[in-house]
């Protein structure tokens, strides 16, 4: 008699091979939170803030969490060897869902240096890079998905992990298709919104050794107290991941009061949105 009952083998994407290869039982210090805003007052700073193009809520929470990680370095950290060091640059990795024969699937697209542009470069460039992934220029991808098509299930695992070893062992840059140098970076960023969904707490993944994640949830009509009258809002869930070896409570707690108090009144925090966001100050306790 077998413990499981199953039904036939799955069919894998490529996107589900490497998850079956990285992740093993729950042994790990992910730690979740989330945070639920007003949405009003960052839908009306875009819509003045937007030029020849729309600006979206992804492009501004870029922003913010770049600004989170100005103000906290610490923050912005790497463990290489069993130790954690500070990353140079501040990077995010924005998720993108695909289509194709196999199914629906995950790429992705980086942002490098999010301090040194603006609001509306951060725009454009996810613009540009959405447009080439769905296009299916991805060359980058489409070498991953080739390879790892290739790839017997039972070697996916062992491959994985001496990838892990000179990665971030030896901090050493592979050739790899797909697998370009620190290609997650700082966050992964994914607006699990496009799906439908209001909310969900989206698991770190060890490939990308990226300690925090964000997901955007799909806004929605809220009832809130204003001056004791209740009052229908828009409202946005945001929810984040991150490693609890390298943030404790007491500084992710900042950074989400830092975030929420930026997101709810984007106005009074203009600079964080231009270029060139080199300030040093801590944020408020």
């Known amino acids: 008699m077998k413990h499981i009952e199953t039904d036939g083998q799955l069919?894998?994407?490529?996107?589900?091979?490497?998850?079956?290869?990285?992740?093993?039982?729950?042994?790990?210090?992910?730690?979740y939170a989330e945070v639920e805003l007003n949405i009003e007052p960052?839908?009306?700073?875009?819509?003045?803030?937007?030029?020849?193009?729309?600006?979206?809520i992804?492009?501004?929470?870029?922003?913010?969490?770049?600004?989170?990680?100005?103000?906290?370095?610490?923050?912005?950290?790497?463990?290489?060897?069993?130790?954690?060091?500070?990353?140079?640059?501040?990077?995010?990795?924005?998720?993108?869902?695909?289509?194709?024969?196999?199914?629906?699937?995950?790429?992705?697209?980086?942002?490098?240096?999010?301090?040194?542009?603006?609001?509306?470069?951060?725009a454009d460039i996810c613009e540009s890079e959405v447009k080439r992934l769905r296009r299916g220029d991805d060359l980058e991808f489409h070498a991953l998905d080739k390879n790892m098509s290739r790839i017997p299930m039972s070697l996916?695992?062992?491959?994985?992990?001496?990838?892990?070893?000179?990665?971030?062992?030896?901090?050493?840059?592979?050739?790899?298709?797909g697998m370009q140098p620190d290609r997650f970076?700082?966050?992964?960023?994914t607006n699990i919104g496009a799906l439908g969904l209001k909310s969900a707490f989206t698991p770190l993944t060890p490939v990308a050794r990226t300690p925090?994640?964000?997901?955007?949830?799909?806004?929605?009509?809220?009832?809130?107290?204003?001056?004791?009258?209740?009052?229908?809002?828009?409202?946005?869930?945001?929810?984040?991941t991150f490693d609890h070896r390298h943030i404790d409570g007491f500084h992710g707690a900042k950074m989400l009061r830092h975030f929420a108090k930026v997101f709810e009144?984007?106005?009074?925090y203009s600079e964080i949105f231009t270029a060139s966001t080199h300030h040093k100050g801590g944020m408020e306790p």
Request: charged share 20%.
């Open 265 to 268: 009144s984007p106005e009074k």
């Open 156 to 177: 996916v695992t062992p491959l994985f992990r001496v990838l892990d070893f000179f990665k971030y062992t030896l901090n050493m840059a592979t050739t790899t298709p």
């Open 185 to 189: 970076g700082s966050v992964i960023i």
């Open 58 to 122: 992804t492009h501004l929470i870029t922003k913010i969490l770049c600004d989170c990680f100005v103000r906290q370095p610490d923050m912005n950290s790497v463990i290489l060897r069993g130790k954690l060091y500070r990353r140079k640059e501040i990077s995010a990795f924005i998720s993108t869902l695909l289509k194709h024969k196999k199914g629906a699937d995950l790429s992705g697209f980086s942002i490098r240096n999010i301090g040194q542009l603006s609001l509306h470069e951060v």
């Open 212 to 240: 925090f994640l964000a997901t955007v949830g799909k806004p929605f009509e809220g009832v809130v107290a204003a001056d004791g009258i209740p009052t229908v809002q828009q409202r946005i869930k945001i929810g984040f």
């Open 11 to 31: 069919p894998l994407t490529t996107f589900r091979k490497i998850s079956l290869g990285n992740w093993r039982h729950p042994r790990d210090p992910q730690t």
């Open 42 to 56: 960052a839908l009306l700073f875009l819509k003045a803030q937007q030029q020849d193009r729309p600006l979206s």
